[in-house]
């Protein structure tokens, strides 16, 4: 049997259906264009509420003596498995303690919990310049890469009101308490 596509008539009425499909293949398409979107962006949405989220800090105190720590805090909501955690400063003479071991290069072997921190002892006189991070973790699904510029000097000798108890033994203590007092402000 030989079709002759030339000859081929079409009523009104299957013109009319051709077109209904044409319509609802292109509205099926769209709606299948517009679910793959939609899915995506809530994938991304799910993938950065429930991320690690690693911050670099310093952060100074004044127990009765002024004391510099850096921070390396997990602000997300998974643990944070680090890789790398390099900088352009050596930091290897600025932990007040004589031994040549680079603390810093530690960080690079932990993991960090949600809200967690990691602290280091610094002393706030050797630092004289602004520090370039370059920190590797991953999740348990994916990598993630922060580079960071910090002056961790900055705003870190402010002024800060304090006031002893009358027994001189206590003075530490006072301080302390005030100390923990202001940060949780």
């Not at 293949?25 to 979107?37: E, F, M």
């Not at 603390?103 to 602290?119: L, M, N, R, V």
């Not at 990598?143 to 027994?167: C, F, G, H, S």
Request: proline share 5%; charged share 20%.
């Amino acid at each position: 049997m030989h079709m002759d596509l030339n000859n081929i008539t079409l009523s009104v009425s299957d013109l009319i259906q051709m077109f209904g499909i044409l319509i609802s293949l292109l509205t099926s398409l769209i709606a299948i264009i517009i679910s793959v979107i939609t899915l995506r962006q809530n994938s991304r949405m799910i993938e950065e509420s429930s991320r690690p989220v690693i911050s670099v800090y310093a952060q100074s105190i004044n127990p009765g003596i002024p004391m510099f720590y850096l921070i390396v805090k997990n602000f997300g909501q998974s643990p944070a498995y680090m890789e790398k955690f390099d900088t352009d400063f050596d930091f290897s003479g600025c932990y007040g303690i004589k031994n040549p071991k680079n603390y810093i290069d530690d960080f690079a072997k932990c993991t960090i919990a949600p809200g967690q921190s990691k602290t280091c002892y610094l002393d706030f006189s050797k630092i004289n310049k602004p520090v370039h991070f370059t920190i590797q973790y991953r999740s348990s699904t994916k990598k993630y890469t922060e580079e960071l510029d910090i002056d961790l000097t900055a705003a870190a000798a402010m002024p800060t009101q304090k006031y002893a108890t009358p027994d001189k033994e206590l003075t530490g203590i006072s301080y302390s308490l005030q100390e923990l007092l202001l940060k949780n402000l």
